[in-house]
Each structure stands twice: as structure tokens, then as C-alpha cells.
């Protein structure tokens, strides 16, 4: 019977894909409130008024479409944003630009909306050619006249709000468009609110249109109220920043504040309060007809599921961050997300990504934040709260614990809460619960109704004190699927294992717990695991991760010095867990310290827990082998740490890892020398690269290493993208390969605490920010460092030259001196060399001991904003009032553990500063930083 209903299905939609451009198919039926909105939406190429604030979005929008059509026969450009947004309007401006008409032959503006029907779409372009209409019923003589009057020419169409997406009708228009081209050089313009819909259209990357800025929203609402006469004052001020909150960067809303309340002369004070408390309560008429439009979006999502997911979001308050997963897990408690027969391979959390990714390109959802390609937090813009609340109003708890009572709880499914006393009123009555977060709780009583919480899928309790009597109590939610306990100062539930449907199990330990509770294995659901700490009792080894073939994201395995050979790291299958992104392997060292140690051991269990090719951090602890197995180290790798891997002698072969970005080595003390091995290239093959994507790279506390060699390679093949080198703690060390002192990619440099570096860094073009400390002397050639910003010197001041400084004069902003006083001399003044430093916005200047007055000089550093003195122990004399008057620009001056120095009022060096205001002026005499 399945297989029947599909077919029909099947059928189905291929008669819609082949009537629907035909005009064949019937339009819903729609209410008269429905098709009045239909005649707003329809739109027109009129531009009758002034635009606010997008003379940017179209210079950007006329150089795609103009450059596209020399590469394409026909582009099309989209623009993608929610409703309300102004996408129209940007439409609209760039139709009428001169530019367009100047570029084209003939310009067609469309209103598509729904349904999509070709045949519609090529009448309309018709008509926008001729301003007749065709007459004609037959698609083959309507494409035949539209040929004849482009005959010749090149066209640009805007497509505006389109909803449709199937592919079939789109393919269908676009070889429509194709044959009545007249020349090559055509462009399209679509405007939507689905990214799915651009996406499939697109020739040319998409166009997100953005919200207007504040200042743009109030400069528009003024003008939609005729109150542009109005004068800015702290009042109106107050006014504009309640208003441009509501109205949260869409155009659309301005407007309607605007108009709904206009300004009348000579009534500011009653304009400001009539329109403040209309944004509070907007009229039905004014907020349905916004909310209408918006609400198109909703209506028209393909999936009740998704309508779901959508509503949910009123659980929570305007302008709340959501995490991704956060949401995700409680759609998959709520039962909005079930698993897909026809695509197995597939979990609820991906098909709950598939859907945020969908509201998100509905505009429904706004201001992804993204982190290594993937969302982490999105946000819901106020009018879709709106809506959403408005959907979900029968099916959501009163925000107010004062009106919570059993009967509006007893088929509550989620609970926020943070408001104890109002909780305790209720918990007998919460049994339908399916998610439950609780703040700042005291979880004494809230161990005593667990039993009856059996619905429950979902609890976080990360910000509660736990206590052992809660904590047991959690393993008889045998449905629970997501259990965030936050910091734990106990041990995990000894019979964990009974929550056989548990997935995410997140949770973070005050101390290191001795082992896991038994038999996590039997957790074969469980996709998120905060650490796993290996013990010595059987049901507590590694091997319980053997069956957790879902883990993804990071896990942290703890104790390793517990695995005793490499079958037992390998029964952990680390390799095969593909969905595994973050690693971070973990040894103690009381073991080693007493005597307990093997070296083949170790080498072997290291080689045991080989991750799996999709891992893209690794990190590695207190590894106590000689040698860290190059196998490990796996292709896809972006970042490494390696940390306090005390016993290494040589650095892996890291060099030929193609996407490695980012590489940390810490405190490995048994390292006397890098060779070329660490580059891992072919000496034979000149065409070889190292650390071909590597950006950062940070060396600290090798303080053995004496050595580093060099790489066999052309100079242009080593570390090409680097742009930040940090090192430090290497106290023997007296060179860098020429492959780093020849970077001309790197950007930041840090050295500190190594002594014996001879640093030279005339080759770092790029070099803009240099932070040197503890150097016996300057870098060679630093003042021919062209695009240095800024600069940070620690270490004897009396050893360095600082001539240099003059061919620095006209680039550098920011400067940094701190002596450590470590010669024995004293500095009794700062180096005049800095006199020349005009464009200097920030100097600061710390424990020089021995300066007791500053320089008249400092005057003639008139772009300063920022000027620092800390723990100068002796100084007691500022430049004079005329010199400090000169710097006209300084905002910002601290003082700060300069005891002699009397800035007190009456005292003679405050009046140097009477002209600065107070709060410019930050004073602490007594050596705590400001």
C-alpha cells in the first residue's frame, strides 16, 4: 500500500510540474481578508518616495548586476531577506537607476508572489513590454511576439517576491527567458525571503540584504511623522532609543510608527509620549497589518514540524540567544523531530539542523553566529516573537509565577523557571513535563518528585547545587534524553546506565572523579559525552566507548595511564567514530613520578586510540613516550596542542597536514632540537610545501631546545599563510629558521623570555604588531618595518638603541615600554628617539624607577588619546600645563602606583590637568592597576 501511495505521489506532482506553467492549475481558495492582502503585496517598479539609508546595498547590487552580464547570457541576481526588510524597495531603486537604463534596452518589473504560474509570468513581461496585453492563450505564440520585441535587445527583469521553490517550474521560465533573449547580456533580479529559493535561481552569489541601522530607522520614522523639524536633545534621545529597539532594523516597522503618529507643530513633548506608547501598545489595525505580512513566511512553511519548531521559540523571552543544539535537543523532547524510515542514516539532531537551517533561510530566524563553517546561536527578530507567540498561545505557560496555578500547569510540556517558591507550587501538578530547565535552585525537594516526572526528555539543571540524594534520583527518568548537570562536586549516578535513551550528557567536575560510573556502554543512543575518565575496574575501562558509536563533537578522555596496552585503547574504536571532531587525550603523571613506566607502553596505547579521519583538533596531554606516532596525527587536522609532554625528545612530522591552521606545543622540556623531520618534506621534491594553511603557531617552554634546523624547501613553500608567532620560555634558543625570520605572511610576533635570540626582522613586510620582551638586544632592522602599528618593548631599556624609532614616525599608533631594570643602571629619562612618534594614539610607559620628571617633548605628540604611567616609583613631575594642553586629543590618562607623584586636589602637578575633565583622569597611588 506504501508503495501504491507513493507512486499516485509520484504522479501527482508531475502533472502539477507540467499543468501549473500552463495556467492549468486552480489557486486556493482564499478568504477575503487573504486576497485583500494578496492586492497589497502587489507590487509595482513605482518608486513614489524617499528611500532612507541604501544608497550602499545599490551601488553593491548595480556592480553585480552589471558585471555578471559580461560573463553571462542571462545572470540572475537574488536578494534574500525576512519580510518587511525593504527588499522591494532596494528592487525598485536599482530598477530606476540610471545605470540600468543606460546599460539596457528594455527593463520589465514582474510581481510573481503565488502561485508561480509561467504562463502568468510571461503575460505580465508581455505587457510590461507593450503595455497591452498579448490576447494569446497559446504559450508557443506569446513566446514568438516576445521574441520579436527583444529582437535585437537585452533585457533586465526583476522577479519580485518570489515563494516558489520547485526546480521543474524555474528550469521550465528560465528556458523561456533563454529563447526570447535577443542578444546575450541579459540579467534577472529575483527578490524572496527563502535562501532555498535563491539558491536554486542564482548565477551569482547571493545578495543578503542586511537591516538598516538605527540612525537610518529614526531618520525614517521622523519622516513618516513629519517630525524631521524636531531638534535632538536627552530626552528625545531616551525616545529614539525605545523606538529604534522595536523596531529592530526593519523598515517596514519605522514606517508604520511613523505614520500611525504624526507630529503636530509646536507638540514635541506630546508627540514623544503619544508615540512611545503607541510602540508599547500598537493599534490592532497598524500591528496585524505588519504582522500579516510577516506571517506569510509561517503560513507557508511546507511542514506542520516546522510551524512546531517555529512556535517554540515563545518559551523564551524577546532578543534570547538561542544555542543551536540547546534548541534542537528540546524540538527532538517536545516530539516535533521523529526519525525518517527513508533516510536511516540520518538522526533527529541532523534533521533538527536541517530544519533551523530552513527557518533560518526563511528569515524566520535571524543573526546566526557561525564557528569553524557550523551555527552555534541564532536569534528570533520581535515581530516573529510576535507571531510565534500568537501561534503558540493556548499550548504556552503565563510568563508571571503570580498566575501559575495547577490547572494551567497540568499539560504544561516545557517549564523555564528561576522563581523557587512559584516552582513549589506547581510540582505536583507538572507530569506532563517534557523539558525542564531550573536556575539558581536549592534541589533539596526536587529529588522528591522525579518518579513522577516520567515524561520527561529533557533537564538542565547545570546552574543547581546537586546533591547526592538528586543526583541518584535522575536514573529513574528512563525516557531522558538530555541531562546537563552543570559543575558536579560528587560523582555521576552510579546507575547512569539505566538511561538506555539518554543522547547528550554534558557536565563539568570541581574535581577529578576516580572513574566513570559502570557500564556506560550500555548507552548506545548517547551522542554527547562532556569527558570519559578511564578506570581500572572492569565496566569502567576504556572499552565502555566501544559501543558509543554516535559520540560527536568533543570528548575529553581522562586517566589514560589507566589503559594498560594497545588492544585495550583500540576496543575504545576512537577510530571509527566519524561524527568525532574534537579530541583531547589526558595523562597524569603520579604514575611516572613514582617510577611506574613504560615507554613501549605508552608509545603503543597512543597508537591504539588512532582517531578517525573527520577529528579536526587534537589535543594531548601529559603524554609520558619519547615519540608521539606520526599516524596520529590524522589529514583533516586544523588545530594541535601539545602539552606537557615531558618526556619527548622529537617533535612529530606535523609539516605536511594539509589544513592545519593552528599548532600549540607547550612545556615539552625534553626537546633539545627541531629538525627537519617536523617539516616532514620531501627533500627530492622541489615543489613540496610546510605548514602550507598554518596561521598560528605558538612555541612556549621548550627550554632545552637549542636547535632548529631549517626545511629542505624553497623558502616560498614554508608556513606561506602564517600570520601570528608566539614564543616564549625557549631559554637556549639563539636562532630562527629563515623560513620564520623570512615570513613575510606574519602579521603578530610575541618573543618573551628568550634571552639568547638573535632576532632579525627586516623581512616581515607584513609584520603589524611586534611584542618583544626580555631580549638582550633590539631586532635587527626593525625600523624598516613598514606596516608596524604597534609595539610592545620589555627589558633593560638602558641596553637598547633606539634610533630606529625615527623611520617609525609617521605608521606607528600604539607603544609599549616596561623596563625591568635588569642592567643595574639607571634610566633616568625616557629615550628621546619616542619624540618623533607624532602619529602615536596610545604610549604607555611602566616601571621606569629612576625617571622622577617627563619631557616637555610629550607635548609635541598631539594625536595621543591614551596615555599610561605604571609603577614609576620616583616619578614626581608632569610636562608642563602649556605641553599637556597640546595634546588635544587625550582622553584617557592613568596613573597608576607612582607614589610620589601628588595628584591630589590643592597639589601643584592636579592643576597641570584642571583643563581635562575628571572623568578622563584615572589616579591610583598605591600600585593596584587601574
Keep these: 500500500m506504501a508503495k501504491k501511495m507513493k507512486k499516485i505521489t509520484k504522479t501527482l506532482y508531475e502533472h502539477y510540474c507540467e499543468a501549473s506553467p500552463l495556467g492549468l492549475v486552480g489557486d486556493e481558495s482564499t478568504t477575503e481578508s487573504e486576497a485583500a492582502l494578496n492586492q497589497i503585496r502587489e507590487t509595482t517598479s513605482i518608486l513614489d518616495f524617499e528611500v532612507e539609508g541604501r544608497e550602499a546595498e545599490v551601488l553593491e547590487i548595480l556592480k553585480l548586476v552589471i558585471d555578471s552580464t559580461d560573463e553571462d547570457h542571462i545572470s540572475v541576481i537574488s536578494i534574500v531577506g525576512m519580510g518587511g526588510l525593504g527588499k522591494t524597495t532596494l528592487a525598485k531603486m536599482v530598477f530606476n537607476h540610471d545605470a540600468i537604463k543606460g546599460h539596457f534596452d528594455k527593463t520589465v518589473w514582474v510581481c510573481v508572489s503565488k502561485p508561480f504560474i509561467v504562463m502568468k509570468i510571461l503575460e505580465a513581461i508581455f505587457q510590461g513590454l507593450t503595455n497591452t496585453s498579448s490576447g494569446l492563450n497559446s504559450r508557443e505564440a506569446l513566446l514568438n511576439r516576445l521574441r520579436e520585441e527583444m529582437q535585437g535587445k537585452k533585457y533586465f527583469l526583476v522577479l519580485d517576491d518570489v515563494w516558489d521553490k520547485e526546480n521543474c517550474l524555474w528550469d521550465e521560465l528560465i528556458g523561456n527567458l533563454k529563447y526570447i533573449a535577443g542578444k546575450s547580456g541579459n540579467s534577472i533580479m529575483v527578490t524572496t525571503r527563502s535562501v532555498e529559493v535563491a539558491t536554486m535561481v542564482k548565477t551569482v552569489p547571493i545578495y543578503h540584504l542586511k537591516k538598516l541601522s538605527d540612525d537610518h530607522c529614526w531618520a525614517l520614522l521622523k519622516k513618516s511623522a513629519n517630525a524631521n523639524q524636531l531638534q535632538m536633545n536627552s530626552k528625545l534621545e531616551n525616545t529614539k532609543n525605545i523606538l529604534v529597539r522595536k523596531i529592530g532594523g526593519v523598515p517596514l516597522i519605522a514606517k508604520v510608527l511613523g505614520g500611525a503618529v504624526k507630529f503636530e507643530e509646536g507638540g514635541s513633548e506630546s508627540w514623544m509620549a503619544k508615540i512611545e506608547s503607541f510602540a508599547r501598545n500598537i493599534s490592532i489595525e497598524d500591528k496585524d497589518f505588519v504582522l500579516s505580512i510577516l506571517k506569510l513566511s509561517v503560513e507557508s512553511l511546507p511542514h506542520s514540524a516546522l510551524k512546531q519548531c517555529f512556535a517554540y521559540c515563545s518559551n523564551f523571552p524577546q532578543d534570547y540567544e538561542f544555542d543551536k543544539d540547546e534548541a534542537i535537543q528540546m524540538w527532538i523532547a517536545e516530539g516535533f523531530i521523529q526519525p525518517e524510515q527513508e533516510r536511516e542514516n540520518l538522526t533527529m539532531e541532523n534533521i533538527g539542523e536541517e530544519y533551523l537551517n530552513f527557518l533560518l533561510s526563511r528569515s524566520l530566524f535571524e543573526d546566526a553566529i557561525k564557528y569553524d563553517g557550523r551555527i552555534v546561536t541564532f536569534k528570533i527578530h520581535d515581530l516573529m516573537h510576535d507571531i510565534a507567540c500568537a501561534i503558540s498561545n493556548h499550548h504556552k505557560m503565563d510568563s508571571n509565577p503570580i ?36 536556575k539558581w535552585f536549592d534541589t533539596n525537594t526536587l529529588s522528591t518528585i522525579m518518579d513522577k516526572l516520567i515524561h520527561l526528555r529533557y533537564l538542565d539543571i547545570s546552574n543547581c547545587n546537586i546533591n547526592k540524594l538528586l543526583r541518584d534520583s535522575i536514573c529513574a527518568l528512563y525516557n531522558l534524553q538530555t541531562l546537563k548537570l552543570g559543575y558536579i562536586e560528587c560523582d555521576l549516578p552510579k546507575n547512569l546506565r539505566n538511561l538506555v535513551n539518554l543522547r547528550h550528557l554534558e557536565f563539568k567536575k570541581f574535581f577529578d572523579m576516580g572513574q566513570m560510573p559502570s557500564h556506560m556502554g550500555n548507552m548506545i543512543h548517547l551522542q554527547t559525552l562532556s569527558e570519559f575518565v578511564v578506570g581500572l575496574e572492569k565496566g569502567c575501562k576504556i572499552d565502555e566507548l566501544g559501543p558509543l558509536k554516535d559520540l560527536k563533537g568533543t570528548l575529553t578522555l581522562k586517566n589514560l595511564q589507566n589503559v594498560q596496552n594497545k588492544d585495550e585503547a583500540m576496543a575504545a574504536k576512537l577510530v571509527e567514530k566519524k561524527y568525532l571532531r574534537h579530541l583531547i587525550f589526558q595523562w597524569f603523571l603520579n604514575l611516572y613520578d613514582r617510577g611506574e613506566y613504560d615507554e613501549d607502553d605508552n608509545k603503543q596505547v597512543l597508537e591504539g586510540l588512532q582517531p578517525h579521519k573527520n577529528v579536526q583538533s587534537l589535543d594531548i596531554r601529559g603524554f609520558q613516550g619519547r615519540v608521539l606516532n606520526n599516524n596520529i596525527f590524522v589529514e583533516n587536522l586544523v588545530e594541535i596542542r601539545l602539552v606537557d609532554c615531558g618526556r619527548c625528545e622529537v617533535l612529530p612530522m606535523l609539516g605536511q597536514l594539509p589544513n592545519l591552521k593552528k599548532l600549540e606545543i607547550i612545556s615539552m622540556n625534553s626537546v633539545r632540537s627541531i629538525g627537519s623531520e617536523f617539516y616532514g618534506v620531501d627533500c627530492n621534491d622541489r615543489n613540496s610545501s610546510a605548514f602550507p594553511q598554518l596561521n598560528k603557531f605558538h612555541i612556549c617552554g621548550l627550554k632545552k631546545l637549542q636547535q632548529w634546523d631549517e626545511a629542505t624547501v624553497f623558502a616560498s613553500n614554508r608556513f606561506g599563510c602564517l600570520k601570528e608567532l608566539i614564543l616564549s620560555g625557549c631559554h637556549q634558543l639563539a636562532k630562527l629558521p629563515s623560513g620564520l625570520e623570512g615570513c613575510y ?90 619624540q618623533h612618534l607624532t602619529n602615536l594614539k596610545v604610549l604607555k610607559i611602566a616601571d621606569f624607577d629612576d625617571i622622577e620628571v617627563l619631557p616637555e617633548w610629550l607635548g609635541n605628540l598631539t594625536c595621543l588619546a591614551t596615555l599610561v604611567f605604571l609603577e614609576c616609583k620616583n616619578l614626581k613631575e608632569l610636562p608642563s600645563r602649556e605641553a599637556i594642553q597640546r595634546l588635544t586629543k587625550l582622553d584617557d590618562l592613568v596613573i597608576d602606583g607612582c607614589p610620589k607623584l601628588l595628584l591630589g586636589e590643592g597639589d601643584q602637578e592636579r592643576a597641570k590637568l584642571s583643563h581635562l575633565p575628571s572623568k578622563c583622569v584615572r589616579y591610583n597611588n598605591f600600585g593596584f592597576r587601574c
Excluded at 504544561?412 to 517534557?434: P, V, Y
Aim: proline share 3%.
Design 403 to 438: 498566575s501559575w496555578n495547577g490547572k494551567s500547569t497540568r499539560k504544561l510540556r516545557t517549564l523555564i523557571c528561576e522563581n523557587e517558591e512559584a516552582f513549589h507550587k506547581i510540582q505536583t501538578d507538572i507530569i506532563c513535563l517534557r523539558v525542564l530547565v531550573l
Design 745 to 834: 605572511s606574519i602579521e603578530y610576533l610575541a618573543i618573551d623570555g628568550c634571552p639568547n635570540l638573535m632576532l632579525n626582522v627586516q623581512n616581515l613586510y607584513n609584520l603589524y604588531h611586534l611584542d618583544i620582551r626580555g631580549l638582550k638586544r633590539l631586532p635587527d632592522e626593525f625600523g624598516k618595518l613598514t606596516n608596524l602599528k604597534k609595539l610592545r618593548i620589555g627589558g633593560c631599556m638602558q641596553n637598547y638603541e633606539f634610533s630606529p624609532f625615527i623611520h617609525l614616525s609617521s605608521q606607528l599608533v600604539e607603544l609599549e615600554l616596561t623596563d625591568d631594570g635588569s642592567s643595574g643602571s639607571e634610566t633616568t629619562q625616557l629615550p628621546q628617539q619616542l
